[in-house]
């Protein structure tokens, strides 16, 4: 082991390593979003038989049109809103709520109510039960009741989050706020909900792209965009219409690309900074 | 009260046997299992493996950490159709492969009842890599960067280097990436669900398929057995795997 040896292996590294971040850009994302706008601007007959080729003539725009008409996407989409907004809102307020007193407040209710809670990360919700209780309680295919099974879901997720991280943060700091003359809301909001960016993150990506449970709670009754491309792609309308298939997904994924994309440092530094401590 | 309590009963009396003696349930946990370890295993290697990649903080890695980010905010589904599209025999894989052979390739991908079930967790891990590698990339920043010089002047060579001093530091971000990447499989359903829909011949039918199948025929306490095995099995597998890899970060 010469130094030497090992230089020229780094510098073979160093110029390898841009090659190679390229070519895996390319092969792995390129190619499967190439297909997807490629195959969106084709008209029915060329996109019948899917492939990398491009198209004769470009029907990009009428197909999104199209799609826009025919599958009333602004109606899945505010679907899709109605129930992410206050699922998010409900999680982060309640669960960091929760998981303050449990942060702060050591007793031995406290320490079982805490396992309790954050045993939902662990513990898949049992679907059909789910199902036959809310139509018990009258909630099968409302918004509220679909707004109920996701906040059953992640609550776990942002109390086991947020009380991990109260308990790094010194008593006496919030002391010192609040004899600055900060409440215990202000203190809440200055320095517990910035550190929630993980778990909002990965929150919002789960409920917005669900369509497993959504299927089973509001399936027919409420559309949200997944649950219109799962069932405008899987009969009747869309059955092997690729173009239209793929400009759906174009659409669908744009809201979520166009807030990532302007949001870009923050989404990384919140995903990476909460998930290893 | 008595009357639920009979109900659920006969629910479990008639369900459980029936499925147990015709080989569904087992056939669907194994499926279940083999689905989940392939998932946890190729999401991890892929993520890792673009991590050290893409470590160096510079403009050319940055966009391209962006790029791997795409898959990982897309709907499962979409992602589904997308590979149904691409790894049908005539589709894009088959053409670029026969391009590069020189004669037509016109492998089914989705259609094999041996490999499929690799291909689909490929797939799978294929949309979560992104996020995993954002998770290793957190590990590897967490590295003093002076541990790692003062073992370069010891003459410890790049692999030493990374296996003796880098790879141990990683623990936490193993924890969390292979835990998230077993749940996220074990309740896995769109991206079977929009590239093979349980086929062939049910080879793919991992419990959430199975669950939704059954529960669109009527089936309500053959689904309602599956749900409660799929919740018995996550609790099962997940404890004990979350509490191995906790001893594993003391240890170290």
């Known amino acids: 082991m010469t130094r030497p040896a090992g230089l020229s292996d780094r510098a073979i590294w160093r110029r390898a390593q841009p090659v190679v971040a390229i070519a895996g850009v390319v092969a792995l994302i390129g190619i499967p979003l190439w297909l997807v706008v490629v195959t969106a601007a084709k008209s029915q007959g060329e996109a019948l038989n899917p492939d990398l080729s491009l198209p004769g003539e470009w029907h990009l725009l009428d197909n999104l049109r199209r799609v826009w008409t025919d599958a009333d996407l602004p109606a899945a989409f505010f679907g899709s809103l109605l129930i992410v907004v206050p699922t998010v809102a409900g999680v982060l307020t309640f669960g960091s709520m929760a998981a303050w007193v449990l942060a702060r407040r050591a007793t031995r209710l406290n320490a079982i109510l805490y396992a309790l809670g954050i045993s939902g990360i662990i513990l898949p919700p049992a679907v059909v039960t789910v199902v036959l209780l809310l139509r018990q309680l009258g909630l099968a295919g409302t918004a509220i009741g679909m707004i109920g099974v996701y906040l059953g879901i992640y609550i776990s997720t942002v109390i086991f989050f947020v009380t991990g991280f109260v308990r790094t943060i010194p008593v006496a700091l919030e002391e010192a706020a609040q004899i600055d003359g900060a409440g215990p809301f202000l203190v809440f909001r200055r320095v517990v909900l910035p550190v929630l960016a993980t778990a909002t993150i990965l929150i919002c990506l789960y409920v917005w792209n669900d369509v497993f449970y959504a299927f089973f709670v509001v399936g027919g009754r409420l559309d949200t965009l997944p649950l219109n491309l799962f069932r405008v792609a899987s009969a009747g309308l869309y059955l092997n219409n690729w173009h239209l298939i793929f400009a759906y997904v174009i659409l669908m994924s744009l809201p979520l690309v166009v807030v990532f994309a302007v949001a870009q440092q923050k989404v990384i530094s919140g995903i990476t900074g909460g998930a290893v401590k | 009260?008595?009357?639920?309590?009979?109900?659920?009963?006969?629910?479990?009396?008639?369900?459980?046997?029936?499925?147990?003696?015709?080989?569904?349930?087992?056939?669907?946990?194994?499926?279940?299992?083999?689905?989940?370890?392939?998932?946890?295993?190729?999401?991890?290697?892929?993520?890792?493996?673009?991590?050290?990649?893409?470590?160096?903080?510079?403009?050319?890695?940055?966009?391209?950490?962006?790029?791997?980010?795409?898959?990982?905010?897309?709907?499962?589904?979409?992602?589904?159709?997308?590979?149904?599209?691409?790894?049908?025999?005539?589709?894009?894989?088959?053409?670029?492969?026969?391009?590069?052979?020189?004669?037509?390739?016109?492998?089914?991908?989705?259609?094999?009842?041996?490999?499929?079930?690799?291909?689909?967790?490929?797939?799978?891990?294929?949309?979560?890599?992104?996020?995993?590698?954002?998770?290793?990339?957190?590990?590897?920043?967490?590295?003093?960067?002076?541990?790692?010089?003062?073992?370069?002047?010891?003459?410890?060579?790049?692999?030493?280097?990374?296996?003796?001093?880098?790879?141990?530091?990683?623990?936490?971000a193993v924890t969390f990436n292979v835990a998230t990447a077993l749940l996220g499989s074990m309740n896995g359903f769109d991206v079977v669900q929009a590239t093979t829909g349980g086929g062939p011949a049910r080879t793919t039918e991992i419990l959430n398929i199975f669950i939704y199948r059954t529960f669109g025929q009527g089936l309500f306490a053959q689904a309602t057995t599956m749900s409660l095995v799929l919740f018995l099995l996550v609790a099962l597998m997940a404890f004990p795997v979350i509490y191995l890899l906790r001893k594993r970060e003391e240890i170290l």
């Open chain 2, 1 to 172: 009260m008595y009357y639920n309590k009979e109900v659920f009963a006969a629910n479990g009396t008639t369900a459980t046997p029936e499925l147990a003696s015709n080989g569904t349930l087992f056939r669907a946990l194994r499926i279940t299992i083999v689905y989940a370890a392939l998932v946890a295993v190729f999401q991890n290697l892929f993520g890792f493996a673009l991590a050290v990649l893409l470590e160096r903080d510079n403009w050319l890695n940055r966009v391209a950490r962006i790029f791997f980010l795409i898959p990982v905010l897309m709907s499962a589904l979409a992602v589904g159709y997308i590979f149904q599209a691409l790894l049908k025999p005539t589709g894009g894989v088959n053409e670029m492969i026969g391009a590069i052979l020189r004669h037509p390739f016109d492998y089914a991908w989705l259609a094999d009842t041996t490999w499929t079930i690799v291909v689909v967790a490929l797939i799978h891990a294929w949309k979560w890599m992104g996020l995993s590698m954002l998770i290793y990339l957190a590990g590897l920043n967490t590295i003093p960067e002076d541990i790692v010089e003062a073992a370069r002047i010891d003459g410890a060579s790049r692999w030493r280097t990374f296996w003796a001093i880098r790879s141990p530091l990683l623990a936490p």
